[in-house]
């Protein structure tokens, strides 16, 4: 698992060779599994994989979402917040388990906020998404993960860049 969190980065380019249905499977299996709070699995996935749904999808906010226009997949990662009040975590935690699956698969993928995100000063990102895709406005959109077979290369974070005063011990005012 270290590895791959090593390995692990942002790729917002990508190639046209298809996602196969093994692999596709195995993303589906991984989001499935995801840990939730009380086992409540708030959660719903949409995956989409129509170029024309991904072109509209890339415009759901103003920046950082426009990749997904070339992407193969795009994952719209959602849940009902009337069945947990800690859906966000619930779905963050989805949201990076599929990632890192992804990345064992050899697939690259990076992560679209959506929540509290606008697409323009009328209509936030999540509304325009709910329309798009017919999302009932009870299930809240709260990330699109992008995937697909890596067109760049980007080198791992350094170990020695890591900024380890992030951490403390036993107290906060003990640097880890």
Known sequence: ??????????????TDKA?????????????????????????????VDKP??????????????DFLENALLGIVVCADSSKSDVWVEDCSIASILVQLTAESLGLGSCWIQIRKRNYDGDK???????????????????????????????RPVPKNSLDYRKVRHNHYNEPG
Request: charged share 30%; hydrophobic share 35%.
């Open 1 to 14: 698992m270290i590895e791959l969190l090593r390995k692990r980065r942002s790729i917002r380019k990508y």
């Open 19 to 47: 996602i196969d249905k093994t692999s596709l499977d195995l993303l589906i299996e991984a989001l499935l599994r995801s840990p939730s709070s009380m086992n409540n699995r708030p959660w719903e996935f949409v995956i």
């Open 52 to 65: 024309d749904l991904l072109s509209k999808l890339s415009k759901a906010k103003k920046h950082g979402s």
């Open 124 to 154: 936030t990102s999540e509304k325009y998404i709910q329309e798009i895709l017919e999302i009932p406005e009870n299930i809240n959109v709260e990330s699109i993960i992008g995937i697909g077979w890596p067109d760049e290369t980007k």
